[in-house]
């Protein structure tokens, strides 16, 4: 798969062995069609979600999930895609933190180092950094989801000026309204909802109820530390394609984006471009009229 991968949104039906119905919809309950998996990221298409779990396989993604930092329990069933496994916002924020930080994870600690006023160090944590997917991957993941804020349903966050990959989340009824963030150097997660669960009111989504805080807090955080960019790893090219069918185009063509492809899997032989010959045209990045 690349991001210019296709699959179809249309209705889909599972039954169980017992006769149970699962009709999963769309939280806005249209369909597309065709749709590129970088628009299907952006824009939460939750059937397409469904079919790219169906087809990875539910083990490795398991599997995967838990290499990145999840250690709560993960059910063992096609819905695990929209979320319906309980996991910890902390689990959370450090499995974004390794598409955030080329693919390695950090595990978690609360107390940097204890010293006394002497300048005596009592305890420091040692910070454990494991390299856990391949820092291609991390980039391909954080490069989809910067359209989140870009021109998904993350936009409320795109006043922070600055690249941002992001996702937004929410869970069915509006219970849980989730908004988890990053930029190269922090990582932030939050999620809104109730102590005893009810639902939040129908527009409390994650790109409503949660991203404002998230840019609340990110505003302060990063206010006055420079603009950085996410370095783009060897073995990552880029060529130019329509933003909503993926399809290539010319490098001289109006409108469209620079898609990130692992070298050898440009599709329908599309011009390469190394990320050096990117720095003027990385943001001409745009949605082309349908």
Known sequence: MTPVTKFVDA??????????????QNFDGKFLGPTTLRYALAHSRNVITIKVLQDLGLDYAIAYAHNMGISSPLGRNLSLALGTSVVTLQEMVRAYGVLANQGRKVTP????????????????????????????IAFLSTYVMQDVVEVGTGRRVKSIGRPVAAKTGTTDDVRDAWFIGYTPSLVTGVWVGFDQERSLGKQEVGG??????????????????????FPVPEGIVFSKVDARSGQPLRKSSKGGLYEAFLEGTIPNDGPPLQPSELQESLPDHEETDE
């Open 11 to 24: 209705p889909i039906v599972y039954q169980d062995s017992a006769g149970n119905v699962w009709n999963p």
């Open 109 to 136: 600690f609360f107390i940097k180092k204890i010293v006394d006023r002497t300048g005596h160090n009592f305890e420091e944590s040692q910070i454990k950094v494991e390299q856990v997917i391949d820092p291609r």
């Open 208 to 229: 409503r109820a949660a991203a404002p805080i998230w840019l609340y807090f990110m505003e302060k955080a990063i206010q006055g530390t420079p603009v950085e960019l």
